[in-house]
């Protein structure tokens, strides 16, 4: 429900944005026809709505459709992958994650990646025993 308004009010946005700017045209404009040029910026925006408007009716389908899983999912995640993404500096050195079969997800660093240079040492500071 919360997303087929969210649609709608970007189908409106984005409907007064494109008649905003079709509207401002000088006010000389008023005295005389309009240019060739802004009949056909006129013409273009009056088809790009009328070629969209399937589109946002397809999204707001689809958001009608998947909106109650993935405010779940964002409900459920969102914290730990908030985490995640505190803990990367730069997500380019990672490559695109993979689906293993047991349904696993793994990000693998990319192999030209620089080395990790980690804050805390890996081995605690204490002596070693030999054995």
């Not at 689809?62 to 409900?75: I, R, S, Y």
């Not at 459920?76 to 047991?102: C, F, H, I, Q, T």
């Amino acid at each position: 429900m919360k997303n087929t308004l969210y649609i709608e009010g970007m189908k409106h946005f984005i409907a007064a944005s494109i008649a905003t700017a079709l509207l401002a045209v000088p006010a000389y404009a008023q005295e005389e026809p309009p240019s060739l040029m802004e009949r056909g910026a006129q013409l273009f925006f009056e088809g790009l709505m009328q070629e969209m408007a399937p589109a946002l009716d397809e999204v707001a389908t689809l958001m009608e459709e998947a909106g109650p899983a993935l405010e779940d999912f964002v409900t459920k995640m969102g914290p730990k992958l908030r985490e995640v993404l505190e803990e990367v500096d730069d997500w380019s050195v990672y490559a695109a994650p993979e689906v293993l079969e047991n349904g696993d997800i793994l990000i693998r660093r990319k192999p030209s990646a620089p080395e990790v240079q980690p804050d805390k040492p890996i081995l605690p500071d204490e002596p070693q025993i030999d054995l």
